[in-house]
């Protein structure tokens, strides 16, 4: 199909990666190895959270929606990614494209909106550890996770419905995946509405996430300062320096994807950094999270020691 013409049908045709036929195959399966490692690392969390009673307290509800969350968006990128990889055809329909498109989008608002409760969840931890268990209850989790994933779905759901409207005259989605703006660049029609609140959806997210990350790790650092304790400190630097290297990670890689849409000489480079965003958060969350928590490293030991010892 050519780009340039007028799409009577609902099938768009995927670019991909331009990838040397000897590299087909290896990137494939190292793909699927990512994907398989993050879904046995998360479902692994998941199961161990959700059976064990000991595990059913706030703190650990907030790495099930981590989990969730990694599950959903690389589930619904991988996959397709791969089987794009060593086929010859790439067809998609507009309503599959849109799909992914708005579950790829939900993946990252929630990704930060998460991280940002859990940065708050570390403050009340360190700053207030005798009030810990009265402020974060079951109930003040709950509801800020379900606030966390309906604001991400509310903005997702206009910013994918603005595009959805569009009508569409090209066919080519110049992109290894579906996302808002290769969706609404389909069109010949006038964008701006998609430009604005593309540009407000943005800031507003990383406005919310930096600020709220900042805010928070700010006063742990003071608070530290302050009371000099070195017991304090090096629970801070424990529990929050992987936090905070996740997000600079997911931060900058969000950051060069949507910097590079504006910049269409360097197409893979923009595929890559999408890529990242989704799959080193998800395998490295559940590892790090998993073994710096005290009692969630105890069981997956006291699990591993059972299934190595003999009987």
Same mark, same amino acid.
């Given at each position: 199909?050519?780009?340039?013409?007028?799409?009577?049908?609902?099938?768009?045709?995927?670019?991909?990666?331009?990838?040397?036929?000897?590299?087909?195959?290896?990137?494939?399966? /190292?793909?699927?190895?990512?994907?398989?490692?993050?879904?046995?690392?998360?479902?692994?969390? /998941?199961?161990?959270?959700? &059976?064990?009673?000991?595990?059913?307290?706030?703190?650990?509800?907030?790495?099930?929606?981590?989990?969730?969350?990694?599950?959903?968006?690389?589930?619904?990128?991988?996959?397709?990614?791969?089987?794009?990889?060593? =086929?010859?055809?790439?067809?998609? &329909?507009?309503?599959?494209?849109?799909?992914?498109?708005?579950? =790829?989008?939900?993946?990252?608002?929630?990704?930060?909106?998460?991280?940002?409760?859990?940065?708050?969840?570390?403050?009340?931890?360190?700053?207030?550890?005798?009030?810990?268990?009265?402020?974060?209850? &079951?109930?003040?989790?709950?509801? /800020?996770s379900v606030t966390a994933w309906g604001v991400s779905l509310v903005l997702v759901s206009v910013l994918i419905g603005l595009t959805v409207r569009?009508?569409?005259?090209?066919?080519?989605?110049?992109?290894?995946?579906?996302?808002?703006? =290769?969706?609404?660049?389909?069109?010949?029609?006038? !964008?701006?509405?998609?430009?604005?609140?593309?540009?407000?959806?943005?800031?507003?997210?990383?406005?919310? =996430?930096?600020?709220?990350?900042?805010?928070?790790?700010?006063?742990?650092?003071?608070?530290?300062?302050?009371?000099?304790?070195?017991?304090?400190?090096?629970?801070?630097?424990?529990?929050?320096?992987?936090?905070?290297?996740?997000?600079?990670?997911?931060?900058?890689?969000?950051?060069? &994807?949507?910097?590079?849409?504006?910049?269409?000489?360097?197409?893979?480079?923009?595929?890559?950094?999408?890529?990242?965003?989704? !799959?080193?958060?998800?395998?490295?969350?559940?590892?790090?999270?998993?073994?710096?928590?005290?009692?969630?490293?105890?069981?997956?030991?006291?699990?591993?020691?059972?299934?190595?010892?003999?009987?």
């Amino acid at each position: 199909m050519k780009s340039n013409v007028t799409v009577s049908g609902e099938i768009l045709e995927i670019q991909g990666f331009s990838i040397s036929p000897e590299f087909t195959y290896p990137l494939f399966f /190292l793909l699927l190895f990512v994907y398989f490692s993050l879904l046995f690392s998360n479902i692994g969390v /998941l199961v161990l959270i959700i &059976t064990e009673k000991s595990l059913h307290q706030p703190m650990y509800m907030l790495f099930c929606n981590l989990s969730v969350n990694d599950l959903i968006g690389n589930t619904v990128l991988l996959p397709q990614l791969m089987a794009h990889i060593i =086929s010859t055809e790439r067809f998609v &329909t507009f309503k599959q494209c849109a799909f992914q498109a708005f579950c =790829s989008h939900t993946f990252g608002s929630a990704s930060h909106m998460i991280l940002v409760i859990m940065a708050i969840d570390r403050y009340v931890a360190i700053c207030h550890p005798l009030r810990y268990s009265s402020i974060m209850t &079951t109930r003040t989790v709950i509801g /800020l996770s379900v606030t966390a994933w309906g604001v991400s779905l509310v903005l997702v759901s206009v910013l994918i419905g603005l595009t959805v409207r569009l009508s569409h005259c090209r066919s080519l989605i110049q992109n290894a995946y579906c996302d808002n703006a =290769s969706l609404f660049k389909l069109s010949c029609e006038d !964008v701006s509405i998609n430009n604005i609140y593309g540009l407000f959806f943005t800031v507003l997210l990383f406005s919310c =996430s930096i600020g709220g990350i900042a805010v928070t790790y700010i006063r742990i650092a003071l608070i530290c300062w302050i009371k000099k304790n070195k017991e304090l400190n090096n629970r801070a630097l424990q529990t929050c320096a992987s936090h905070l290297v996740l997000y600079v990670i997911m931060l900058w890689s969000g950051f060069l &994807t949507i910097i590079l849409h504006r910049f269409p000489d360097y197409p893979d480079l923009r595929k890559i950094a999408y890529i990242l965003f989704h !799959v080193i958060p998800a395998n490295l969350n559940p590892v790090i999270y998993g073994m710096q928590t005290r009692s969630l490293r105890e069981k997956i030991t006291q699990i591993l020691k059972r299934k190595v010892t003999p009987t």
